[in-house]
Every structure is written in structure tokens, then in C-alpha cells.
């Protein structure tokens, strides 16, 4: 069986790591993801199905899990900055967080929001809360969110880190069929190397990526 190319990081060769259920995960052994195979990524009417369902009220339980992100956020963000929710969902409780602290949050989500003028601008700070883990073609989807960045920005990455693999057949992370791309804390440092981005690990879960002042042109990964 030829090894495809990572699609996470495109510079690694993936090997097959598990099956579950007639689903076949392949794991990258440079940037140490793990993805679903190219060829059973669920359709675009599949995704929207089951989004639909999602019920992200503005309860107090919601908002303090999404504070995870926004409070290690915030303390780096000067005032009034313009930010950007990225794969915000049907309903963008984070966007409304941080627009009460005083920012502008442009919204951005192919199925709820699929504005292509809001990808046209660049924003000192852009959130992926729940989001990176649907990313059919990461590499791509991490291309955008470095361009669409201001030098000196910051990029919020929020999702469950892939740890034990002998957990990962029954995680609940890997059997919600919407996500196919599993990240290690290494993933994301991998990233933000690649990048020339400053990485953080605030808490559990939860990446803060600064792009440095002056951006080397990093080409393709």
C-alpha cells in the first residue's frame, strides 16, 4: 500500500496506525498527526447534517469552557484590536466574548458564514476553537490562517490534544464522524516552527501561536 503524504504537515510520510470500525487512521511520523484516509472524509451535506445539530448556547457552562482560550488570549491583546472567529459555527459565543472586551470579531465558517470578504482582510488576532480537527486539508487551512494574520498577531487554536493510543479506538474525540484530523501537542509545535510562530501552551487543550514581527516567507510546508 503506497503511503500518502501527510496532510497536515505535506513534508512527512504517514503510515497506517489503526482501524476502527472500517475506518482507517494513518499516522505522520514527522509532525506525529493522525488522519482519517483521503478517501472516507465524510461529504460537505454529511458535515452540514450533523452541525446542524450542535447546540453551543451562551450558557455559563459553554462560556467558561470557550474562556479557556479567551482569557490567555486576551491578556496579549492590546485594546480595540480586530480579530477574526474562524470556523465560528451556527452559533459564535466566542466572537460575542471578545467583542464585550472590546474587540471587533469578523465572522468566518464555510457552512454558517461563508463570507469570502472577510478573508480578504488581516486581523491582530484569529480563533479556531473546535475547529482544526474538521480540517479536511490542514495544511492548506493553516497556509490561510498565516496569511490572513498580522505580523505580531495572535492565532488561538483550542482542541483535544490526541495523547494515548491506546485510548484513541474508543475516544469520544475520534468517534464524532465529523472529525478527521487528530493533533499532538508536537503537531502544533511542528507548526508553529514551520510557520517561524511563537508557541504557548496556556492550559490542557489549548495552543496560542504568535506570528513574529517580521515574517520570514516560509513557502510551502
Known sequence: MLSPPCRVCRTG?????????????????????????????????????????????????????????????????????????????????????????????????????????????????????ETVEHFHQPATEFDRLNALLKPGGWLGIMTCFQTDDRAFANWHYRRDCTHVTFYRQETLEYLAQHYGWRCQIPCRNVALMQKPESAPDSGQP
Request: aromatic letters at 12%; charged letters at 15%; one cysteine or more.
Open 13 to 129: 510520510q504517514t503510515h497506517p496506525f489503526l482501524t476502527v470500525k472500517g475506518q482507517a487512521y494513518w499516522r505522520c511520523g514527522q509532525c506525529q498527526a493522525t488522519l482519517l484516509a483521503a478517501d472516507q472524509l465524510p461529504s460537505p451535506a454529511f458535515e452540514k447534517s450533523r452541525y446542524d445539530l450542535h447546540q453551543n448556547d451562551a450558557d455559563e457552562g459553554y462560556q467558561r469552557f470557550l474562556n479557556r482560550l479567551a482569557a490567555p488570549l486576551l491578556a496579549h491583546l492590546g485594546q480595540g484590536q480586530q480579530g477574526l472567529d474562524y470556523g465560528c459555527g451556527p452559533g459564535p459565543v466566542l466572537a460575542a466574548m471578545l467583542r464585550r472586551s472590546g474587540h471587533r470579531v469578523e465572522l468566518y465558517d464555510p457552512f454558517f458564514y461563508p463570507d469570502p470578504a472577510v478573508l480578504a482582510q488581516t486581523y491582530d488576532f484569529i480563533t479556531c476553537t
